[in-house]
Nanobody, 121 residues
Framework: QVQLAESGGGLVQAGGSLRLSCAAS????????MGWYRQAPGKQRELVAG???????NYADSVKGRFTISRDNAKNTVYLQMNSLKPDDTAVYYC???????????????WGQGTQVTVSS
């Protein structure tokens, strides 16, 4: 199994910054994609940013230019640097990983428990 441990959430004023981290552990053969989703109260979970093992990234339009995703493949860790935060960024942020446990089986999606990010106006 794969465990994802998130850290770095908290309370910040609008315009401030936070950095989220997520470390994957367990019996991991490879991780194809890692990234972050978020879910605000009363809303559906949405993709924030993702990054492949090769470094290709994608972002939600709402965070482009403000958030930066990065990854340390050796540590199976993904980071999300969030700058110029807005109250609309308030949500629970979930880390995910598309990981293979063994090379001969398809990968699966694994999720962290979530970390709260609150941006005050």
């Amino acid at each position: 199994q794969v465990q994802l441990a998130e850290s770095g959430g908290g309370l910040v004023q609008a315009g401030g910054s936070l950095r989220l981290s997520c470390a994957a552990s367990g019996t991991i053969f490879s991780i194809k994609t890692m990234g972050w989703y978020r879910q605000a109260p009363g809303k559906q979970r949405e993709l924030v940013a993702g990054i492949t093992s090769g470094g290709s990234t994608n972002y939600a339009d709402s965070v482009k230019g403000r958030f930066t995703i990065s990854r340390d493949n050796a540590k199976n860790t993904v980071y999300l640097q969030m700058n110029s935060l807005k109250p609309d960024d308030t949500a629970v942020y979930y880390c995910y990983a598309d990981a293979k446990l063994v090379p001969w089986r398809p990968g699966g999606d694994y999720w962290g428990q979530g970390t709260q990010v609150t941006v005050s106006s």
